[in-house]
């Protein structure tokens, strides 16, 4: 079986090229992220599981969930996914689709843990900091970790920055045990 980041290539691919074309980047992201929401609830992925329920009530399950929020190409692109049975891999196509948004306009997004609640100052000290070294626009989702002990540790793609107390006390004791 393949892989989902192989199957949701194609169709993040495709949506991301829909949405360019009409310039409705934003839109596609917003609708993706709903889609994703929607697929990972647990009644939904039983109804996608489902060999007795078909890929079309499936596809409308979908599209009622989210009445009003999803554009015609949307929930073309939901019949799409359904009938190939693929919503499963609603996630994965806008993780994907949210890679090429964001280097088409340049942005790089940032996972930043810290022991402590920083204030706005402090964020958007960080945030420049990061734009600077990253030479990209940065958007960072902050969240609060108390195991840390102190510091930050940030995850930009693959580049992991572990400036915590945590890190720094466990290069200590293998410095000291060699």
């Not at 939901?78 to 689709?97: K, S, T």
């Not at 940030?154 to 293998?174: F, M, N, P």
């Amino acid at each position: 079986m393949a892989e989902p980041s192989t199957i949701a290539r194609p169709y993040a691919e495709a949506a991301f090229r829909l949405a360019d074309a009409q310039g409705k980047l934003a839109e596609w992201s917003a609708a993706l992220a709903n889609l994703a929401a929607v697929a990972a609830d647990p009644r939904v992925r039983a109804a996608i599981g489902n060999p007795e329920i078909s890929s079309a009530k499936v596809a409308g399950l979908f599209i009622a969930v989210l009445a009003g929020k999803l554009s015609g190409e949307a929930e073309n692109f939901v019949r799409v996914l359904a009938e190939n049975g693929r919503l499963d891999v609603l996630p994965e196509i806008r993780a994907q689709y949210e890679a090429l948004k964001n280097d088409r306009e340049g942005t790089v997004e940032a996972e930043v843990w810290t022991a402590f609640e920083m204030d706005p100052a402090q964020v958007a000290d960080l945030v420049a900091r990061l734009e600077k070294s990253t030479g990209r626009k940065v958007k960072a989702r902050v969240s609060i970790d108390k195991a840390l002990i102190g510091g930050v540790k940030i995850v930009i793609g693959d580049k992991v920055i572990d400036g915590s107390a945590r890190a720094q006390l466990a290069a200590l004791e293998t410095a000291l045990k060699a």
